[in-house]
Nanobody
Framework: QVQVVESGGGLVQPGGSLRLSCAAS????????MGWYRQAPGKQRELVAS???????NYADFVQGRFTISRDNAKNTMYLQMNSLKPEDTAVYYC??????????WGQGTQVTVSS
């Protein structure tokens, strides 16, 4: 099994930055793709960005070059650097790991609030 734990959320002013971290533990070798998702109140969970074990990245259109996903395989940690944050980025951000066999592992989420 795999466990993933998010950290780094908080309150930030519009235009500010945050870096989220997702630490994986357990059978790390099972993990292929990792990704960040978010869910705002009253909305469905949506993909923010993903990264494969070989470093191939994918971003949602709304990121528009503001966010950068990265992965440190030696530390079993994935990051999301978020710059130029907007109030509409306010959401709970979740980490997801997908194994080579297609199993999903979700974290508990970390709250990001963008407000003045």
């Amino acid at each position: 099994q795999v466990q993933v734990v998010e950290s780094g959320g908080g309150l930030v002013q519009p235009g500010g930055s945050l870096r989220l971290s997702c630490a994986a533990s357990g059978r790390i070798s099972m993990i292929n793709t990792m990704g960040w998702y978010r869910q705002a109140p009253g909305k469905q969970r949506e993909l923010v960005a993903s990264i494969t074990s070989s470093g191939i990245t994918n971003y949602a259109d709304f990121v528009q070059g503001r966010f950068t996903i990265s992965r440190d395989n030696a530390k079993n940690t994935m990051y999301l650097q978020m710059n130029s944050l907007k109030p509409e980025d306010t959401a709970v951000y979740y980490c997801r790991g997908v194994s080579y066999g297609g199993s999903n592992f979700w974290g508990q989420g970390t709250q990001v609030t963008v407000s003045s």
